[in-house]
């Protein structure tokens, strides 16, 4: 009996500790919504500071980025191309390296690296904010940090994972046409109309949708998770810890969902 | 080092702007928005299998594709399709649409033109889209003539009728040419002659079987035609084999036939009686070769289906 | 300690800190910069103006860690004054200051000021009041 009635109260404890979190999320993402349609927000301080995360988060990296998806293209492009001459289905190669790689794995790869580079950064510097007391500092000289701090990283982001989504694809792009036809135009006409088959225009929006979306996660989600994170400086690594589990699974639920609206 | 970084972004930006609106515009171009696009709409008695998106091809090449799917209000099947501009010219009056469903691979339209110095075809036309689907009735047709092949080669395998019989024969005969010669066959006229007299009619009942078995091939491939050529919608290759069975079977009739003959001559033995068995020898070979002729055939049809569809498609009628 | 919290009140507390990763000239001009929607130039131009009022221009580009206990102090001090508050609310000077003789070091800053407000609160422990005579 004491230990069913201890199980639903860890049960409960469990889904109330869940519910807080959710909220404070939810609440944290109204905010910066709320925050980002007012007009107030756009000067040229704001701006300053996103494109200075944009430098962060995106042209820093952008070297190294161009490698890991020649290097990750190059692999998948060769595996797909070779077994699918072994079964006979080369004519569906082409619609199969867009579709698994320029639509679901690069971005999610994107999406994965900067939450790993930047979002890991985020929530220490929002848990090390937040544990030092900056933030009671800056509210009480009625700075909002939502403006200054938080709004830019969330904003450099979404920028940060749909430019790099961008690069990655185009590169992937011309790697699949030189690995499929190589260096002549002849297979040009197929391949547009592969490309025309497989982006239409919702597509096409799905996929901007589906940056952004992988862009708020990276960002707010550590950010809220720094957020919540007790006074005490032992309670930053734990901060960070469960802030990157939330961005793992929220990008796995983001991708999970694209595909189910996608396929079925 | 502000400004570097300043610079830095806002070539990255750029860039990204750039290629994005660029990869829209070729997105755009491919979907034909900049040009004016050929629209066909194809009729057919079921959209199983046609879905958006499938292409049309013409010899191979990609020309446009299939754009919806739809049931008009009196139930029938609407399917709309776009070619682009290039591939327009290549649509005549004149022109056949095949549904071509192979067992592995995707689905597409096939478009043939027979005669490329008809008419175009006009812009919002609707044609006929043939559905003919190998995959399904074909097996069917090789389990038939399967079945004929296993019966030929019933009757003419080493230890079947043909064979024992034409042992038979030969025995007799060896025994009219052998020591006593012919004195034996006339003093043993009457013990001798009845298993040869049997022979001969047990090899007459096999050539009726024979070439009733025939018939039933030929019956088949006039029914073939009717029900795939029709349609121009079985490959060169099935047509092809067909004609070798028949070919296979003509041939194993005539060496039927010789045996009925070269048995009749065998009843008078008195004429040419070495000549008989030299030519007993060669027909034994003869039908040993048809039989082989059917195990290559078979083999051969099973190879050709149902992974072999390519080579012979492109041929135009 | 809840009364002094309030939007009439700018305070210098050893519980408010300077935002870490920004210099003291960047920490100031928020205020400016965000509060009152001066352009990024101008903002920097009125903290570096402040600064050297104070006296303490050489800190201008200094990090929180970077500083010894009087800079923290001024930057800290800078960024309540430009706050424009009717009050100001010096907060246990001596946890902030703890490595020199602060009433005089305060007294000295307090000369240097011309603007509002012209008279600091100081908020101190009562066993310290011998330090200010």
């Known amino acids: 009996m004491e230990f069913l009635l201890n199980f639903v109260e860890r049960t409960g404890a469990k889904a109330v500790g869940w519910w807080n979190t959710s909220y404070g999320v939810l609440a944290f993402l109204s905010e910066v919504l709320s925050t980002l349609a007012r007009p107030a927000t756009w000067n040229r301080a704001t701006l300053d500071t996103i494109v200075k995360q944009i430098y962060f988060t995106a042209v820093q990296i952008l070297h190294i980025y161009l490698i890991y998806v020649l290097a990750i293209s190059w692999v998948i492009i060769t595996i797909t191309l070779s077994t699918a001459r072994d079964v006979g289905l080369f004519d569906a190669a082409t619609e199969m390296i867009i579709r698994v790689l320029l639509l679901e794995l690069l971005p999610f790869l994107t999406a994965l690296l900067i939450a790993l580079r930047s979002g890991s950064a985020i929530n220490t510097e929002v848990a090390l904010m937040k544990v030092n007391n900056e933030l009671d500092a800056l509210s009480h000289c009625k700075v909002e940090p939502m403006q200054f701090e938080f709004l830019p990283r969330i904003a450099g982001g979404i920028a940060s994972v749909i430019g790099l989504t961008v690069l990655g694809g185009v590169l992937t792009l011309f790697l699949a046409y030189l690995s499929i036809y190589g260096l002549s135009a002849s297979g040009f006409q197929a391949f547009s109309n592969t490309i025309s088959t497989v982006f239409s225009v919702g597509v096409l929006i799905g996929l901007g949708v589906k940056c952004v979306f992988f862009g708020l996660a990276v960002t707010t989600l550590p950010m809220a998770a720094g957020l919540e994170t007790p006074k005490k400086l032992f309670m930053v690594p734990v901060s960070v810890l469960r802030g990157m589990m939330r961005v793992f699974l929220a990008l796995v639920l983001i991708e999970v969902l694209s595909l189910t609206l996608e396929y079925i | ?317 | 300690m809840k009364s002094l919290a309030d939007e009439q009140t700018a305070q210098v507390s050893p519980d408010l800190p300077l935002r870490a990763n920004l210099s003291a000239r960047e920490n100031i001009a928020l205020i400016p910069l965000y509060q009152k929607h001066f352009d990024a130039a101008e903002a920097s131009r009125q903290a570096q103006a402040l600064l050297e009022q104070l006296g303490f221009a050489s800190i201008a580009d200094k990090r929180d860690p970077d500083m010894n206990p009087s800079e923290r102090f001024a930057a800290k001090l800078a960024r309540a004054l430009i706050l424009r508050r009717p009050r100001l609310v010096i907060e246990r000077p001596g946890a902030m200051l703890y490595d020199i003789h602060y009433p005089v070091f305060l007294r000295g800053l307090a000369a240097r000021y011309e603007g509002k407000p012209e008279k600091w609160e100081v908020f101190d422990f009562d066993w310290n009041r011998p330090l200010y005579s």
């Open chain 2, 1 to 317: 080092m502000f400004k570097n970084l300043h610079l830095k972004v806002g070539l990255f930006v750029i860039t990204v702007l750039v290629l994005a609106l660029a990869f829209l515009a070729y997105v755009l171009h491919a979907r034909g928005f900049f040009e004016q696009r050929m629209h066909l709409q194809l009729a057919a008695a079921s959209a199983e299998g046609i879905t958006p998106g499938m292409p049309l091809t013409f010899s191979g090449m990609s020309i446009g594709q299939v754009t919806s799917v739809d049931l008009n209000d009196a139930g029938g099947i609407v399917i709309k399709s776009e070619i682009s501009q290039s591939g327009a010219k290549w649509l005549r009056t004149d022109s056949t649409f095949n549904l071509d469903k192979p067992l592995v691979g995707g689905a597409k339209i096939k478009v043939s033109s027979p005669d490329l110095s008809s008419p175009q075809l006009p812009d919002g036309s609707t044609v006929l889209l043939q559905i003919s689907d190998p995959a399904q009735e074909i097996p069917a047709l090789i389990e038939r003539v399967k079945n004929i092949l296993a019966n030929v080669e019933h009757i003419t395998r080493q230890d079947g009728e043909l064979n024992s019989t034409l042992a038979n024969a030969n025995t007799i005969t060896a025994r009219m040419s052998g020591k006593y010669g012919v004195l034996e066959g006339v003093l043993g006229s009457e013990e001798n002659a009845r298993p040869v007299v049997e022979s001969l009619k047990n090899l007459e009942g096999l050539t009726a079987k024979l070439n009733e078995v025939s018939a039933k091939v030929d019956a088949m491939l006039v029914k073939t035609d009717r029900w795939l050529f029709a349609e121009d919608g079985v490959s060169e290759q099935s047509r092809q084999a067909l004609a070798q069975v028949r070919a296979m079977l003509v041939d194993a009739q005539g060496s039927l036939k010789r045996v009925d003959e070269l048995l009749k001559n065998a009843v008078d033995i008195s004429a040419n009686v070495k000549d008989g068995t030299q030519d007993l020898a060669k027909l034994r070979a003869d039908i040993d070769d048809s039989v082989r002729k059917a195990n290559d055939l078979l083999n051969d049809i099973n190879r050709m289906w149902p992974f072999g569809s390519d080579a012979a498609d492109m041929k135009l009628p």
